[in-house]
């Protein structure tokens, strides 16, 4: 099973700033088969990236995913207030099936 | 436009068995792998296993292998996941989605297990 480790485990900022958060991979994800997640309380998962760096519909341009291999970055260009939330990446490109990371909590400085 | 729609909350006791269902529209059921996340309360999501609804084929969690069923039924596009031998730790909102990378989710299912 692939293991995903995120860091940092919370992240207080500002709106305004940058948030760069990271994803690892126990071993190589493949064809970069790596999405990235925001929930917020209540709500289902909301999917803002696919494929390590391309953006589901409808999603800003201020996220942006990268990376590949074993390490994954998910870049939030200038929060928004709306953006204060969970993140969670998640790999599906495992036979053995997809898994998730624990999640990075971006809240408010 | 694609919809997953969940069936209702649940409250089980311990040893109990429990049936979620998903009932899809606006897409062509049998395209698409449905998966099941479980997110238990103030956690983290996990992933429970898929099934093709074209062939039936399930793939579960090594955690939870012997304890889930996912079936479906495609005469009215809807699929099922049953989780037995219920525990405590059992107790969190349920999910299918569709497909991996999924941008389209149900509502989610609270399941509570309580004596």
């Known amino acids: 099973e692939i293991v995903l480790t995120q860091s940092p485990g919370t992240l207080s900022l500002s709106p305004g700033e940058r948030a760069t958060l990271s994803c690892r991979a126990s071993?190589?994800?493949?064809?970069?088969?790596l999405a990235w997640y925001q929930q917020k309380p209540g709500q289902a998962p909301r999917l803002l990236i696919y494929g390590a760096s391309s953006r589901a519909t409808g999603i800003p341009d201020r996220f942006s995913g990268s990376g590949s291999g074993t390490d994954f970055t998910l870049t939030i260009s200038r929060l928004e207030p709306e953006d204060f939330a969970v993140y969670y990446c998640q790999q599906y490109g495992s036979s053995q099936g997809l898994t998730f990371g624990p999640g990075t909590k971006v809240d408010i400085k | 436009q694609v919809q997953l729609v969940q069936s209702g909350a649940e409250v089980k006791k311990p040893g109990a068995s429990v049936k979620v269902s998903c009932k899809a529209s606006?897409?062509?059921?049998?395209?698409?792998?449905m998966h099941w996340v479980r997110q238990a309360p103030g956690q983290g999501l996990e992933w429970m296993g898929w099934?093709?609804?074209?062939?039936?084929?399930?793939n579960y969690a090594q955690k939870f292998q012997g304890r889930v069923t996912m079936t479906r039924d495609t005469s009215i596009s809807t699929a099922y996941m049953e989780l037995s031998r219920l525990r405590s730790d059992d107790t969190a909102v349920y999910y299918c989605a569709r497909d991996s990378g999924s941008a389209y989710w149900g509502q989610g299912t609270l399941v509570t297990v309580s004596s």
């Open positions: 099934i093709n609804p074209n062939s039936g084929g399930t």
């Open positions: 606006g897409y062509t059921f049998t395209g698409y792998y």
């Open positions: 071993q190589s994800v493949s064809s970069s088969y």
